[in-house]
């Protein structure tokens, strides 16, 4: 396929994914740092609830004791944590999704992530559709108890035959010979809540068309099975949902017949960037509790944290943890401005905003993909320190790395978010909807200049920009080859999504750094974060680059593609001394903690 076929644009619209084609600092990021103090204090109040009532609780709940999981879900309630999301409308608070992301993340500091299952399965994934999709009267019926916990809710989606391509699902809907009612026949499986919902959020076709339902517990035929004997989150339900003749009220299809694709997918969407802040709490509650212990247990006559590879650990932890903190909250600050264009007096204000969140699918899913990734390094750095105490079950470790497995698997798992990250990558490019074309012109007459006139983190800014440049090229390069057929090139698909995530990750914690400093002294330690990011994952995407053209383009072709990142490579190289920056940090985590 010819690339001058796809792509010529003159004007950059504000859509998702488009990190990839605008220059660094052309517009403000959202960040912590940015936090109203109405959204500090819920923070802290999340944060003082996580350690008071369900740290201490922990090895209880995760024996699976349903009072001690239900019990603090109901206190969430009454603190409004579960309201966050639901209108004012309908008896919530109805604040913005930073908000709804610094609960989730903060929530992280219980080091439980049974109870932040069941929390986030409810107020989450379980209550959103209804939000979004939901008539008036299901809201009117629905959304107050949801947000006291007086209702738990399930959502219901897989089914034995159908995990990742849910809309094989083989659970039917009937229309009763009264019109009354629809008729559900099927299977769910491993449902979280299931076996303490009072609600389900289910979906199944009619006559071929996927639809969502809202499905009562005490509906006769609807069963639920044993509790799986899980790997981690132990204390969460997760239970087979069976459906047998159930009778539905007409009034509960959610939606429209025919909408549950629609329903499903922007759920996950939420869901993902959820999921990220989550992991973003357990990655700062592991690195606190590995701190500590590294500070008192002794070896060789010294602190085991003054040692310099384990320095070398805790500033790859903070280091990571920094990055996917300035993701998802510029993530989330995308999709509240996007949400904030939106009329509030329109009667199709919450599925516009439903609307508004999948315009940022591409940015969900890398807060998915590398919130749980980072999850898994920082809790196995975590468990390392810990030495043989952290394979025993009493030191917390272990528990954080067995439950943070789920995570690569919840949402869709890893392997399909980074198909959904470059297929829609690909259908930007193929619609018009990313400037690829112009981009790659542009670069290919030198590229933009940045203000290097500015002393912070110059080489980096430049470094970024060759860096997505380099990335562009290869993108396009793959869509010569191999165009709409690109998503069949699953491996080469899954290492694009990973140029696109390094490249997301970089330019949000360059942008982030770089606002701090245009406000505020120079802080040492986060220009230290910011040059051994950027200068670890400018070799990892140079690498990725090459790996990919070579696998690509022969002969010739190759030798010339080559010879073209290697351009790129030199502004992407340097000389920084990353081990010494690491010291440096790892020091300073010391200091603060």
Not at 575 to 593: G, P, S
Request: proline share 2%.
């Amino acid at each position: 396929m010819d690339s001058a076929r796809y792509i010529e644009r003159t004007h950059i619209m504000k859509t998702g994914g488009d990190f990839l084609t605008k220059q660094i600092c052309t517009e403000e990021i959202f960040t912590r740092e940015k936090f109203s103090p109405e959204q500090e204090e819920i923070a802290k109040t999340v944060e003082e609830f996580a350690r008071e009532r369900i740290r201490p609780n922990k090895q209880k709940i995760e024996k699976y004791n349903k009072d001690l999981s239900l019990e603090p879900l109901r206190e969430c309630g009454e603190l409004g944590l579960l309201s966050v999301d639901i209108p004012e409308k309908y008896e919530g608070l109805g604040l913005d999704k930073v908000t709804s992301a610094i609960v989730a993340e903060t929530l992280g500091f219980g080091l439980c992530a049974s109870f932040s299952t069941t929390m986030g399965a409810h107020s989450g994934i379980g209550t959103l559709p209804i939000v979004f999709f939901g008539s008036n009267s299901q809201k009117e019926k629905y959304l107050p108890k949801l947000g006291t916990a007086e209702l738990v809710s399930a959502y219901c989606l897989t089914e034995p035959e159908s995990g990742s391509d849910a809309l094989a699902a083989k659970s039917k809907a009937v229309l009763s010979e009264d019109g009354q009612n629809y008729v559900l026949n099927g299977t769910k499986q491993f449902i979280t809540n299931a076996s303490w919902a009072d609600l389900f959020i289910i979906f199944a076709t009619v006559t071929g068309k996927f639809t969502g339902f809202i499905v009562e517990r005490n509906s006769a035929g609807l069963s639920i099975g044993p509790e799986e004997n899980k790997m981690g989150i132990k204390g969460s339900s997760t239970c087979t949902v069976y459906l047998e003749n159930v009778h539905v009220p007409v009034e509960n299809v959610l939606g429209a017949i025919g909408q549950g694709a629609a329903i499903a997918f922007n759920t996950l969407n939420i869901g993902r960037f959820k999921l990220g802040a989550a992991t973003l709490g357990g990655c700062k509650a592991a690195i606190e509790e590995t701190l500590q212990y590294a500070s008192e247990r002794r070896q060789f006559g010294q602190s085991i944290r003054n040692f310099d590879v384990i320095k070398g650990y805790f500033a790859d932890m903070s280091i990571r943890t920094f990055a996917l903190d300035s993701i998802i909250y510029k993530t989330v600050g995308l999709i509240d401005d996007a949400v904030s264009e939106i009329d509030e007096s329109s009667a199709t204000y919450d599925s516009g905003v439903a609307e508004a969140i999948e315009s940022y699918a591409i940015e969900a899913s890398i807060c998915k993909v590398v919130g749980s990734e980072t999850l898994w390094f920082v809790a196995d750095k975590g468990l390392q320190i810990y030495g043989g105490y952290g394979f025993i079950e009493e030191y917390p470790m272990a528990s954080v790395l067995r439950d943070n497995r789920i995570d690569r698997i919840f949402e869709g798992t890893n392997e399909i978010n980074r198909q959904i990250i470059s297929g829609y990558f690909l259908k930007k490019a193929l619609m018009e909807e990313l400037p690829i074309r112009e981009k790659i012109k542009e670069n290919g007459n030198g590229l933009a200049g940045t203000d290097d006139h500015l002393d912070v983190l110059s080489k980096e800014k430049r470094g970024i920009e060759a860096a997505k440049a380099a990335v562009l090229y290869v993108f396009n390069e793959t869509i010569c080859k191999y165009g709409q057929d690109l998503p069949n090139e699953q491996q080469i698909g899954s290492m694009l999504s990973d140029l696109f995530s390094d490249i997301y990750l970089v330019d949000s914690v360059l942008k982030r750094v770089i606002q701090k400093f245009a406000t505020s002294e120079v802080d040492r330690n986060w220009l230290a974060i910011a040059r051994v990011f950027s200068a670890e994952k400018f070799y990892e995407i140079s690498s990725s680059c090459k790996k990919i053209v070579s696998s690509i383009l022969e002969n010739k072709d190759l030798e010339n593609g080559l010879r073209d990142l290697n351009t790129f490579d030199k502004k992407m190289h340097l000389t920084t001394n990353v081990f010494e920056l690491k010291r440096q940090i790892a020091d300073n985590l010391y200091e603060k903690n």
